[in-house]
């Protein structure tokens, strides 16, 4: 697998594990970024979920018990360690439950890890494996699969406007992997949300707008505490069942739940009461999607599609 991919014309071999947000399928299991690491085991499965540890709850140690018994890619959706990101968030809250799968996580940082000034908490302790620490976004390849990880605290890395750093970047990576069968993305905000408490994010439609034109086929998301899946839409919310993207909020990491109340257009199911994982298993042509509840829960989701 080729090194990661951050905006540097570094390519370093890594071994790839398998993955979470936009995707796409091709081939191999490259990664690309400024400093990479050789990575843990590859498989074609990804867990994801974000908004996940804080020492004053226990639901992160729940969800990293489901981690336990899926061998795959974990992928983290953002606000990794509450309540700052700091240094003393990971060590004492993240490193205990979901540090036990460090050596296969593709992390992407949110808006609570920018608490502690340029993240350092963060890219301190995940290293190589998040990236450029000036920007915090970087791709690779996963059994074919094209998949972006993608920073969404804009005002943090120069912003998220079209002509934006990572807006840019994010075009000629998707240009140079136009081969790719299936295309994978992730970010901490979500484009579209139903939650009560943040709702969609108009500063990630630049994002949305290059991945669609690449024809992208999922993109993942936390930050609202909630679980929701919508159909397959366009950068504007309007249903395309041929080329739209099909977008996963699963900010069920274990941190607290937000309401859902006013349901959006296209919104095909949510949870605002489950921890969980999403799981992907990433097929050359297509893909399975499953809700895992933390135990005791009963909410699931489940269901298949094919790549664009």
Request: with cysteine; net charge negative; glycine share 12%.
């Amino acid at each position: 697998m080729t090194g990661i991919n951050s905006g540097a014309s570094v390519s370093i071999v890594a071994l790839a594990l398998s993955v979470i947000l936009v995707v796409g399928c091709g081939s191999g299991g490259a990664r690309s970024e400024e400093a990479p690491s050789t990575r843990g085991i590859k498989a074609p499965v990804v867990a994801a979920a974000g908004d996940i540890t804080s020492c004053a709850s226990s639901g992160d140690e729940a969800t990293a018990q489901l981690l336990d018994t899926i061998n795959g890619t974990v992928i983290t959706l953002g606000d990794n360690a509450y309540e700052d990101g700091s240094v003393k968030d990971y060590r004492e809250c993240y490193n205990p439950t979901w540090g036990r799968f460090k050596d296969r996580t593709y992390p992407i940082p949110g808006n609570h890890e920018y608490r502690t000034p340029g993240a350092q908490g963060y890219f301190g302790y995940f290293k190589d494996a998040a990236g450029d620490p000036s920007k915090g976004y970087y791709s690779y390849d996963l059994d074919g699969w094209h998949v972006v990880a993608l920073n969404s605290t804009c005002e943090d890395i120069g912003g998220c406007s079209a002509t934006s750093p990572q807006v840019r970047w994010l075009q000629t990576d998707l240009d140079a992997n136009e081969g790719a069968t299936c295309t994978l993305a992730y970010m901490h905000h979500p484009r579209f949300s139903s939650g009560e408490v943040h709702g969609s994010t108009t500063e990630v439609r630049p994002l949305w707008e290059a991945l669609y034109e690449a024809g992208a086929d999922v993109v993942l998301s936390g930050h609202e505490h909630n679980y929701e899946r919508f159909a397959p839409q366009n950068p504007d919310g309007k249903a395309d069942p041929e080329r739209g993207i099909r977008e996963f909020v699963v900010g069920t990491g274990g941190k607290s739940h937000y309401e859902i109340e006013t349901i959006l257009a296209n919104s095909e199911v949510h949870d605002d009461e489950t921890y969980g994982v999403l799981k992907l298993t990433l097929h050359p042509e297509g893909y399975d999607w499953r809700f895992i509840p933390v135990e005791g829960e009963a909410f699931t989701d489940s269901g298949s599609s094919r790549c664009h």
